[in-house]
């Protein structure tokens, strides 16, 4: 007999696909047990509205903040993108993490001692090249969301957001309060998130006072009466950095809106732990 991998005659594995029943024969709720019903409604509404989102795209498994990061990401059928934005020495908005380029790239210094062209020459992992925040618009379709690193790429990214009517498909992301508030000065019916690490009740005064409308904050220490009062302020609440079951479990228990990952996995497994 062969198990749940065979082998052909030429030696080569063979995966053993689970068998799945057909849909008439899988189990439906019952259908004299409103309750029941209601309950798997319920279920099934709370797993449609949770958003997964990629992490720099996936960069658990490709290089983070490249083309090919992201292009995967919506390929795994991420929710959403997030990336991160800086200004090169003539005012491109590239897509990057660090201020410096010295650990995703073969280069050395901050990105603003270098030029869009001179950004280019560096290989940013697997033979990619540091994009730009319009060059990654065009390559997916997916809802992104884009973390700005202070007023001046603030400023940069809300020409781009208006001049290429992008207010409907890109959140703006920040730790800065101060970013935020240029934000929302320059395009005021933006949809903005205040991202924040080590914090305390007081991040939900900071969301209202910039006009955010989510926050993006750090599993490590989100509590449930944190999130039930972000929540009764309308304020949508994300997790990261969810790479975990244990940490998947957390945010779902917490009925968290959503996930920031690495990992496709995670979006795969989000959907049996509503």
Known sequence: MIGRYGVRRSGRPVRREPMIPPSHCLPRPDEDDPAKAVEGRQKSETALTFLTIGHRGVMGVEPEN?????????????DVIELDLHLSKDGALVVMHDADVDRTTDGKGPISDFTLAELRELDAGQGERIPVFE???DAVKAPLQAEIKDTAAARALAGVLD?????????ILSFHDEALAEIRT????ARTALVASRYGLDVIDRAHAVSAGMLVLNVRRLTLELVERAHAAD?????????????L?????????GATTDFPEIRRAARFTA
């Not at 320059?186 to 019916?189: A, M, N």
């Not at 609440?237 to 079951?245: A, D, E, H, S």
């Not at 479990?249 to 809106?257: A, E, I, M, N, S």
Request: aromatic share 4%.
């Open 186 to 189: 320059l395009l005021p019916t």
């Open 249 to 257: 479990k957390l945010v779902r228990g917490l009925r968290l809106d």
């Open 66 to 78: 490249t083309l090919r990061s992201f292009v995967r990401a919506e390929h795994e059928g991420m």
């Open 135 to 137: 060059e990654v618009v």
């Open 163 to 171: 001049r290429r009517d992008l207010l409907d498909r890109v959140d």
């Open 235 to 247: 304020l949508r609440v994300i997790g990261w950095t969810v790479n975990t079951p244990d940490h």
